[in-house]
């Protein structure tokens, strides 16, 4: 039992991650899943809900009493001393085996649980990579902004120096500069923050440092939107939680009409018996115990109205759960439009700031040439500069927010 457990627990480790093509990310995921102890507190509620099954479907426990005469009654082998009696229950046909069925339902609600559980932790580790990969870009498009201001600022000294420039133009790039100092340290202390809660995540030590490659890949959506949604109400792990709940309850009423049904006892006395004074006794028959097999009984559910409301209440509660289903399936399906309009809005985001990050270095690079020739322009130059920090940034913002919805739909469709 115990090897098949942790073969099922690497089993639904392993599970879900044919969805992620990147290395770094994939060995994050893995370690999280393996290391995560909320994840770990919802796979042991699962196999204590298995625990439930073989509980629910055995027999109640015999009876076994012991009586002693203090006064003997005298019979016609020998006084009666001890009496000795058993009696085991017999549940009607069927009974034990539905209550299984109860159990084994609400176990799998437990599975669905920790699926669900697994599922969002991928997401939130995803997540939480990508906005350490958003703000690693802005750390590295700030001091590659930061080397392109000193050039600036070095070619506005020397213009100054020679005459054909302004002071005016130094200190604004020192302007510049001071300002994006501040950013940079702003975003190397965000780092810190959201490097300690994606290695919470992972269980891992605070100070871990997490890998981001150069360049996030392109996540690619293969499904229309119509498929997703099909994938979600046939998938999603809270539905199939509910959907198991639904049929817990068609199993309880189970229950509930044999439970109303007769059951049954068997048992046996022994009595022992002693030696009787009686000369006209043989040696055989003088204090020969007394056994009595089989005694059977039956146990007659004779008030009904507490079964009929069993019933009663296990049919309202699985209709309840059949609307819950319902409202769930229409919150889903408002999330994913929601999250799908997130990533087609990415997508435009993409094509929109690759072209004008490109223009935006064009001007750049025409406006220096300008600058260095006749020292004019200088606000222009620092105006497109400013763009050319935002679009680089607009444009991973893009990249990452689009493998993050990317990701939330992953989530949903229960991957």
């Not at 498009?141 to 506005?156: F, G, M, Y």
């Not at 998938?235 to 309880?252: A, D, G, P, S, V």
């Not at 189970?254 to 048992?267: N, W, Y």
Request: aromatic share 10%; proline share 3%; glycine share 6%.
């Amino acid at each position: 039992m115990k090897t098949m457990r942790q073969f099922l627990s690497l089993l639904l480790v392993l599970i879900g991650f044919s969805a992620y093509g990147q290395t770094d990310l994939d060995a994050y995921l893995v370690t999280a899943a393996k290391n995560n102890p909320g994840l770990k507190a919802k796979f042991n509620e699962y196999l204590a809900a298995l625990e439930k099954v073989p509980q629910v479907g055995g027999l109640p426990d015999p009876t076994v009493a012991f009586g002693y005469f203090i006064l003997p009654v005298e019979t016609r082998v020998g006084p009666q001393q001890a009496k000795f009696s058993a009696n085991q229950m017999f549940p009607w046909f069927g009974t034990l085996g539905a209550k299984k069925d109860v159990a084994t339902e609400m176990a799998k609600q437990k599975y669905e649980v920790f699926e669900d559980a697994r599922s969002r932790l991928y997401y939130d580790v995803s997540a939480a990579y990508f906005n350490i990969y958003l703000v690693q870009k802005g750390i590295d498009i700030t001091k590659e902004n930061l080397s392109i201001l000193s050039s600036l600022k070095r070619l506005a000294l020397v213009r100054f120096e020679a005459g054909t420039g302004s002071a005016v133009d130094e200190l604004r790039v020192s302007m510049e500069v001071a300002d994006l100092e501040n950013q940079l340290a702003y975003l190397q202390d965000s780092r810190r923050v959201l490097e300690v809660r994606f290695n919470n995540l992972l269980d891992a030590e605070d100070d871990a440092l997490v890998l981001v490659p150069d360049t996030l890949w392109d996540y690619d959506l293969s499904m229309d939107r119509t498929t997703v949604m099909d994938s979600i109400v046939a998938q999603n792990h809270q539905l199939k939680r509910i959907e198991h709940k639904i049929t817990t309850w068609e199993k309880q009423q189970t229950v509930a009409k044999r439970v109303g049904l007769p059951s049954f006892s068997v048992g046996l006395d022994y009595t022992m018996v002693g030696k009787s004074g009686n000369p006209a006794l043989s040696g055989a028959e003088n204090g020969r115990d007394i056994l009595m097999f089989p005694k059977v009984g039956i146990s007659i559910p004779l008030y009904r109205k507490k079964y009929t409301a069993m019933v009663k209440e296990a049919s309202l509660k699985m209709e309840a759960a059949q609307f819950e289903k319902e409202e769930k399936v229409n919150q889903l399906s408002s999330l994913f439009e929601a999250t799908f309009r997130d990533y087609a809005d990415a997508q435009r985001r993409l094509v929109l700031y690759r072209a004008q990050l490109k223009r935006a270095e064009s001007s750049l690079n025409i406006l220096m040439t300008d600058y260095s020739n006749d020292g004019k322009n200088f606000e222009e130059v620092l105006r497109m500069e400013q763009k050319v920090l935002k679009y680089a940034l607009e444009l991973d913002k893009a990249r990452a927010d689009k493998n993050a919805a990317g990701s939330f739909i992953e989530y949903l469709t229960g991957k």
